[in-house]
């Protein structure tokens, strides 16, 4: 474990972003560094079959699965 001094400022945004009480200062910024990592190319090709499926009219609406589903 290492101990870092920061401002005041980055403190309080980090505190800011935490999402329930006792996440650390480790998850949140842990949680920055993935959202800011780039897609890798499977991904991106995952992604955009997905949106020429969507397209294509290759989808289904909740209502219709719900309907399909009996629920």
């Known amino acids: 474990m290492t101990t870092i001094q920061i401002s005041n400022i980055l403190h309080n945004e980090l505190i800011q972003r ?35 499926e969507i397209k294509a009219g290759k989808l289904h609406s909740l209502a219709q699965v719900k309907k399909e589903l009996g629920l």
């Open 18 to 52: 935490k999402l329930f009480d006792r996440e650390t200062y480790e998850e949140v910024i842990w949680d920055l560094i993935e959202d800011t990592r780039e897609l890798n190319d499977q991904t991106k090709t995952d992604i955009e079959k997905a949106r020429s």
